[in-house]
C-alpha cells in the first residue's frame, strides 16, 4: 500500500515548482519591455471562456469564476492585460504509469517579475469541487498561496493532485488549484504534450520534462461571454 500511495504522490512531488527553472545563458540583447495593459476589476459571469492561439493551433479554455473565483479571476486578469502573450508551454511531464498518454503540459509566465501578478489564495478541490480531469487547468504553484501566471493542463485524470483533506503529508493535503477545462483543442493539447523533449533542459526532477523547442503561445484572448438562454 505505501509503495502504491508514493505512486500516487509522484505528481504532487512533480509540480511543486510553479515554474521551471531556467538554465543560465549568455545574456541576450534586451527587447523593449511590453506595455501591459491594467488589469480589469469589473465582475466577471460565473464562467469565461479564454481562447490561446499557440504555434501549434488553439486552444479554448473555460474558466469557473463561481467555483474558484481566485484561480480563474487571475487567469482573465493575465489574458486581458496580454501578460501570457509570448509566453510558452515549456514543460511536458510523462507518467509512464497507467493508460497512456499520461500526464500534464505547463505553461505561463515563469515567474517573470515584469509579467507577474501578485499570489492568489489557494483554492483546494475539496472546496471548490473541481477536480483534476482530463483537460483540466489547474494553478502551478510552490506552497500554498503562491500560484502567480503558471498554470498546467491535465492530458490525463490525475487524482493523486487533488486535495486529500485526511492526510498527514501538507502538500498531499492542500493539492492543487484546478480552476478550468479545456472546451476546444484537446488535440493540440495532447500534440504538445508528445514534442519532443530535451535531454539536456532542466535540473534535478526537472530534467526530462523540459520541451525542446517550447510552444508560443501568440495570443491569450477573451472570448464574447455566452449568453443565456431563455427561460421556457
Known sequence: MLARRLVLLAPLAALLIGAAPVKKRPPAPRAAVPAYAKPSTAPLPEK?????????????????????????????RYAESKRFDGTVFYR????????????LIQAGTRNDPKRNLPPVPHEPTNITGISHK???????????????????????????????????????KAGYAAFGQVIEGMDVVKAIFAAPISETEGEGFMRGQMLAQPVKIITARRLPDAVPLPTP
Open 48 to 76: 469565461v471562456r479564454i481562447a490561446l492561439t499557440t504555434d501549434l493551433g488553439p486552444i479554448v479554455v473555460e474558466v469557473d469564476v463561481k467555483r474558484a473565483p481566485a484561480s480563474a479571476t487571475n487567469f482573465v
Open 92 to 103: 511536458a511531464m510523462h507518467l509512464k504509469w497507467g493508460e497512456q498518454p499520461n500526464g
Open 134 to 172: 482530463a483537460g483540466t487547468l489547474s494553478m502551478a504553484r510552490y506552497a500554498p498561496g503562491t500560484a502567480t501566471g503558471d498554470f498546467s493542463i491535465m492530458v490525463s485524470d490525475q487524482p493523486g493532485l487533488d486535495a486529500q483533506p485526511d492526510s498527514a503529508d501538507p502538500e498531499a
